[in-house]
């Protein structure tokens, strides 16, 4: 297989120690030093974002967790989904850490931190359907973000942090590793491209989270080279003279697609991070996947490819669920228009709708709705990204 001949090839080559930027997932040092700054000075957007995280119940002192040791997801699975009860965990955990990181209040830090204790001395597996290895992902990701963000409370102890990285890597990694080698033993074009890119980004988090630069080149390698619809030339197969480019899920429906450019947001933000800008790669593809999802939420006309694999044949993009809102703009807005400067008229439209819908600034988990779709993503972008 070319991904695994290629990986290998990556390892040989990448295989030196490299130094890891902490915290240096989704947000950096310097970022926190702007939002409290911004936030300290009731200065808008930012003080909107601050608001919409503080009056969100996840980031309530009062917070407490429910953890399990088993992780159930997925219907007829021979267990009880009970993974709401993680990705609310997540949620709380990500949020009460922002509110230690921006007011250097303990109180919130200690909070954050039982969060994330509970589930590392609790948590042993990750069952259910296929559904399991989306668990995997998301959750992987978004737990590696919230304990990145605590890494120097003084009180996570080294003990504790090493708790946190033994879960990461022994429970969620191998998940994450054996989906993008083996699809759960389906054709490599079975699964939709947000499986694989779940997978990416958690791969990616924990490599940086451990210090560990094998996964973290094998997440890049894969994202750059792989065989399945998440990497980056399937998931953003088709490129069009407009400056926008066909998502492998646009004929699906518009929820799952606003989920891939989410997740290529995640994957290209942690990377650059660390110094790798996947915004750039391959002409901007990412930014004009974005722009072409955007613009079709917006409710203007897109140009549209039949897509094909070896599960489906659709001739015409999907409305199902058009005009799908998610806390995914900021992001890409704030990077590709503020730090590129590039010219993105619908995701700067898009992020504007998703700012008024959410009452003048991105929510978080929670402000979606119940259900996972709404924890799909961290959220909170305008308090985190605007620039």
């Known amino acids: 297989m070319r991904f695994l001949h290629v990986i290998s090839l990556a390892f040989a080559v990448c295989g030196s120690a490299f130094e890891f930027v902490h915290p ?20 808008k957007p930012w003080i909107d974002g601050w608001y919409k995280l503080t009056n969100n119940s996840h980031s309530a002192l009062t917070y407490t967790a429910r953890p399990v040791s088993s992780v159930c997801r997925g219907l007829n699975a021979g267990c009880n989904q009970n993974y709401r009860q993680l990705f609310n965990d997540i949620a709380a955990a990500y949020a009460l850490a922002i509110r230690w990181k921006v007011t250097h209040n303990a109180a919130y830090g200690t909070a954050a931190v039982k969060v994330l204790n ?43 942090q090493k708790a946190m990285k033994t879960l990461l890597r022994n429970v969620f990694y191998p998940m994450n590793h054996d989906f993008l080698i083996r699809h759960n033993d389906a054709a490599v074009n079975h699964y939709w491209a947000n499986w694989d890119l779940c997978n990416i980004a958690s791969i990616l988090s924990i490599g940086i989270f451990t210090d560990n630069t094998t996964m973290y080149n094998e997440a890049l390698t894969y994202f750059k080279f792989g065989n399945g619809n998440g990497a980056i030339n399937n998931a953003i197969w088709k490129v069009y ?52 999802v955007a613009k079709y939420n917006l409710g203007y006309d897109v140009q549209y490819t039949t897509y094909t694999n ?41 992020n504007l709708l998703v700012r008024k819908h959410s009452g003048g600034a991105e929510g978080g988990g929670g402000d979606y709705g119940p259900n996972s779709g709404g924890y799909d993503q961290l959220g909170y972008g305008t308090l985190m990204y605007s620039l």
Do not use: C
Not at 27 to 39: A, G, L, Q
Not at 275 to 282: A, K, P, Q, W
């Open 24 to 43: 240096g997932l989704l947000h950096t040092s310097t970022d926190f030093s702007r939002i409290s700054t911004k936030v300290a000075a009731n200065a």
């Open 118 to 160: 509970a589930w590392a001395k609790t948590m042993t597996t990750i069952t259910g359907s296929s559904d399991r290895f989306l668990a995997a992902g998301l959750y992987g990701y978004q737990l590696a973000n919230a304990a990145e963000i605590m890494r120097d409370f003084p009180g996570y102890s080294g003990s504790d």
């Open 241 to 292: 003279d407009d400056g926008t480019a066909q998502v492998q899920e646009s004929g699906r429906d518009q929820g799952h697609s606003t989920l891939v450019i989410g997740l290529l947001g995640v994957i290209a933000q942690t990377a650059y991070n660390q110094g790798t800008n996947l915004f750039s790669y391959e002409d901007n593809r990412i930014l004009k996947g974005a722009e072409y």
């Open 310 to 350: 070896r599960k489906v044949r659709q001739t015409v993009i999907s409305n199902n669920g058009r005009g799908s809102i998610r806390p995914i703009w900021e992001l890409l807005y704030n990077h590709y228009v503020k730090v590129e400067r590039a010219y993105a008229p619908y995701t700067t439209q898009m």
